[in-house]
């Protein structure tokens, strides 16, 4: 599937030339003799002989990038001086910082917030720890822990690497729930050792994030942790990706005029965020759905069956049917998948129901070309930014947290996915909703707001059941 130029490898190039040559006329089209795309071009010196001109191109990938600067040094007078990958740029030193929140301006704001009058404020806490949520940063805080072990469309690359993406997680709760998130990045992949480290780390914190750890690691870690902490957990990889499929997929059978819990729904990947998906679409009414890994359908008279594809196969799949994905989307009105590229073909989609849904996730090349399930589906997402109905957890996660930090909530519930799920689908009016438009931007400004809303009046009605 090609792959348009994309501000993900964004590139500036500083070039020499003529003042008076034909030679700024030629950069556009030698950029675009090679596929690239000038998105700006700046004058950053000039002279009466010579010019020095900062082209800004937008690239497929780095390879075609590199293309791009060769054919801007082969125009004749062109001299390449310098260039700089514009994403590389905006890392340097990390993307987050840790600002004061009160002046620091006199002897006396310096006593109160900290030696002695911090003293005072540390004995109440310590008389009553609840007070940790009123009077620190616990009451607004995210820690966003990872292993490293499974990263979006990387792997298993290790903690290091995976800092920059815990850092982006850490600036997008911030920039869309005003929620500081602190990237935590574990150098073990034990299991033993992460939900004991985040134990003695979690005082600090409002929520737990969880993130890019493998499966099944990360079953039993979220379990265990949810079992230890009085703190909300939540593995994004997991139900993020489950409540933006929820509503979506609400969205697109609106759309299609059918209803969840009528349509059969075949289903392509049995990992973290498979499992997590099936389990919100049945808890919110799906009943008919067959899911299928690398060896085909699950089903119960599997031999290779772990714990996970055994609850899978005793929940799912009520006929037994044990052939491969292809024979599962056949007559099927939903297909959704979070497994791997280039599953299916534009004949498997036309096998499937009148007015038929795909929701072809995987990153960066989905399980079918868009472009060939637009021939016979009604309505197609992908977890792609280049292509209409986005699945992309951002959607929810700021919102989600928003919610439980605002109810000091305890604890994740199925019933809050759902109803976050329902808030961010009913972002959508009815005006706007359309084959092309089944989930929001992810900078409508009303978004984080209303999921936060919902998640908080389902965790406080929880908190008061649990007083009664």
């Not at 849904?357 to 079918?368: M, R, S, T, Y």
């Amino acid at each position: 599937m090609a792959t348009l130029p994309s501000v993900s490898y964004s590139i500036t190039v500083r070039l020499e030339l003529d003042a008076g040559g034909s030679a700024v006329g030629s950069l556009t089209n030698a950029v675009e003799q090679v596929g690239g795309m000038i998105t700006a071009l700046d004058v950053a010196a000039a002279g009466h002989e010579r010019i020095r001109i900062d082209v800004t191109c937008a690239a497929r990938d780095t390879e075609h990038a590199q293309a791009i600067v060769d054919a801007l040094g082969a125009v004749e007078g062109v001299v390449v001086h310098k260039v700089s990958d514009r994403t590389f740029l905006m890392h340097l030193g990390g993307k987050i910082e840790m600002k004061s929140k009160v002046p620091l301006r006199n002897r006396d704001e310096l006593s109160m917030a900290y030696t002695p009058g911090v003293a005072r404020v540390s004995q109440a806490i310590a008389a009553n720890k609840d007070d940790a949520r009123r009077l620190t940063i616990k009451r607004n805080s995210v820690a966003v822990v990872t292993d490293g072990s499974a990263v979006l469309g990387l792997g298993n690359i290790g903690p290091e690497a995976a800092m920059p993406v815990m850092e982006g997680k850490a600036a997008l709760f911030k920039r869309f729930a005003d929620i500081d998130a602190w990237p935590i990045a574990l150098d073990t992949q034990d299991v033993d050792e992460i939900v004991r480290t985040v134990q003695v780390i979690a005082p600090g914190f409002g929520g737990i994030n969880l993130e890019d750890i493998s499966a099944p690691r990360c079953f039993e870690v979220e379990a265990r942790l949810r079992e230890l902490l009085d703190i909300p957990v939540f593995h994004d990889d997991q139900h993020g990706t489950a409540i933006v499929v929820l509503a979506a997929l609400r969205n697109a059978l609106r759309v299609v005029g059918k209803k969840l819990g009528e349509v059969r729904i075949a289903m392509s990947g049995a990992g973290a965020a498979g499992t997590a998906i099936l389990k919100l679409l049945m808890h919110a009414g799906a009943r008919d759905i067959i899911v299928s890994d690398v060896r085909g359908a699950v089903h119960t008279g599997r031999d290779d069956l772990d714990p996970n594809l055994r609850w899978i196969a005793e929940h799912t799949n009520p006929e037994g049917y044990s052939g491969d994905l292809r024979g599962s989307v056949a007559g099927a009105d939903v297909f959704i998948g979070v497994s791997a590229p280039n599953l299916l073909e534009g004949e498997d989609i036309a096998e499937m129901n009148d007015d038929s849904i795909i929701f072809a996730l995987a990153n960066p090349d989905p399980e079918v070309d868009p472009e060939v399930a637009h021939l016979h589906a009604s309505v197609v997402a992908t977890g792609r930014s280049d292509y209409p109905n986005q699945i992309n957890n951002v959607l929810v996660f700021p919102g989600f947290f928003r919610g439980l930090l605002d109810a000091q909530s305890h604890d994740v519930t199925s019933d809050m996915m759902v109803a976050a799920a329902e808030a961010l689908a009913d972002v959508v009016s009815e005006d706007e909703l359309g084959p092309n438009y089944i989930v929001p931007s992810v900078f409508h400004a009303d978004l984080s707001t209303h999921v936060a809303t919902a998640v908080r009046e389902v965790a406080q009605r929880g908190l008061r059941d649990q007083v009664q």
